[in-house]
């Protein structure tokens, strides 16, 4: 049997103390915590940035890596901050050794970067090592060069590697969220359908419980499948909340597919043990014939200037569409001409109204007033911003009609062009073929001593 505990969904989050203090008492063999995810767009893998404070990962990261020492076992973290990008495991490696010398901490250390060359994709890619996933984005040679950060998403296999060091921390780039969890069950020989399932099922923490903010959950992996158990006081877990977390970020129910095979839970039986218990067997793990890792790549899309303006009238919030698509047509003709060129966007979101949505909300009502968010993007800053100055005086001063007095609406900020920087997008949903599973991947070791 192998015991994974769980602190919570994200390391940033934040999760219950009491509860992680339940599951540390109960004797884990390792912790296990993801770092982050694509969730929150492409921005951070672009930059390679975390999404999450300094602050409050170095405080929640230096009370795992405490918890660890009081419990003798390796702690893991994959997709290490937020993007698992080179820059962002480098970035939590740095706080590591703060903590470490801070609290006199010695440790082994295990470093797995998922980063990738872009010229050593574009030979891939030439050899055909690269192959879509559904509807991928078209790819090139350029494509691959013009990516600030490429990852590919690590399995059990790299993490078992890192493990195999004799590590006490393993901090992950990109891996897939599963990896991490499982990674021990399936090396000390648990049933692989039941670590890869309860791998899925453990991967937010208590979101598979009925509650999920309490963070902290204790996965137990046998020769059979696993038992989940909450650490949260109020936390239970049933047999629906267990079997729905399938559903979570997954378009099948019944397969997942990771490195090196997928998870088939068509055949798998969810016990309740009691009433914060369950038990789940039956799940098969389908080895793949080939090895393959998935490639996620991000690159600039542009650069954005965003104004916001504030509309009470009326008459205006009434009429607020018009009013904005009479704007998008005159700013963009006059836009054109005077600048001699095309290549830029203007868009205006209803904020109160369909600016989550746009024309697929059917529950858009409008208010006693609405927010107009203009947002340009352009090849570059300059004229991003240029643009943007464009449109001030439309969102300012622009009549419903020419025989109308000319009104005049609120801007929140002054100056109302708040420039974005570099905005990026993803442009990769690839899957990479290895001959090895560590071929893709760079593992290094360190001591770290007070």
């Known amino acids: 049997m192998v015991k994974v505990l769980i602190p919570s969904g994200a390391l940033g989050l934040g999760y219950d103390r009491a509860a992680l203090a339940r599951g540390i008492a109960l004797t884990p063999d390792i912790i296990a915590i993801d770092g982050g995810s694509t969730d929150s767009g492409p921005h951070y893998l672009g930059t390679g940035t975390s999404k999450y404070s300094r602050g409050s990962t ?35 490696v740095d706080i590591t050794r703060e903590i470490a010398s801070e609290t006199g901490q010695s440790l082994k250390l295990a470093v ?22 559904e509807v991928a984005p078209e790819i090139s040679d350029d494509v691959l060069r013009n990516c600030t950060n490429i990852v590919a998403l690590a399995g059990a296999e790299q993490i078992q590697a890192a493990l195999a060091t004799g590590a006490d921390i393993v901090i992950a780039g990109r891996t897939t969220d599963t990896a991490i969890i499982s990674a021990m069950p399936l090396a000390m020989g648990c049933n692989p359908g039941g670590a890869w399932h309860g ?68 055949g798998a039986i969810y016990t309740a043990l009691d009433d914060r218990r369950v038990r789940v067997t039956g799940s098969t793990w389908v080895p793949s014939e080939d090895y393959t890792v998935k490639l996620e790549g991000a690159r600039v899309a542009g650069y954005q200037t965003v104004s916001l303006v504030l509309v009470r009238d009326a008459r205006y919030v009434e009429n607020i569409e018009v009013w904005c698509a009479d704007i998008l047509d005159r700013c963009q003709e006059k836009a054109t001409a005077r600048l001699g060129r095309d290549d830029f966007s203007i868009e205006l979101r209803l904020i ?10 059917v529950r858009a009502q409008k208010g006693s007033e609405i927010g107009v968010m203009g947002i340009i993007t352009a090849p570059s800053e300059a004229l991003s911003r240029e643009v943007a100055k464009m449109l001030n005086p439309y969102l300012l001063h622009h009549p419903l009609t020419e025989q109308e007095e000319m009104p005049t609406f609120a801007f929140p900020f002054s100056p109302p062009e708040m420039p974005r920087g570099a905005v990026h997008e ?25």
């Open 199 to 266: 791998a899925k099922i453990g991967e937010c923490g208590a979101l598979a419980t009925t509650s999920p903010n309490s963070g902290t959950i204790l996965i137990d992996f046998d020769a059979e499948g696993f038992t989940i158990t909450p650490m949260g006081d109020e936390a239970r877990a049933t047999p629906h909340t267990v079997s729905a977390h399938m559903l979570y970020e997954n378009s099948d129910p019944y397969v997942l597919y990771e490195p090196g095979g997928h998870l088939d839970v068509t």
């Open 426 to 450: 993803f442009c990769l949903n690839h899957l990479l073929h290895l001959s090895d599973p560590m071929q893709a991947f760079e593992l290094t070791v360190e001591e770290i001593a007070p």
């Open 112 to 133: 797995l970067k998922s980063g990738q060359a872009a010229e050593t994709l574009v030979t891939a890619l030439a050899d055909g090592r690269i192959t879509p996933l």
């Open 58 to 92: 170095k405080a929640e990261w230096a009370e795992l890596m405490q918890a660890r020492a009081e419990a003798g076992v390796p702690l893991v973290i994959g997709t290490a901050g937020t993007c698992g990008a080179d820059d962002a495991v480098d970035w939590l």
């Open 352 to 361: 109160g109204a369909t600016a989550t949505l746009g024309a697929l909300d």
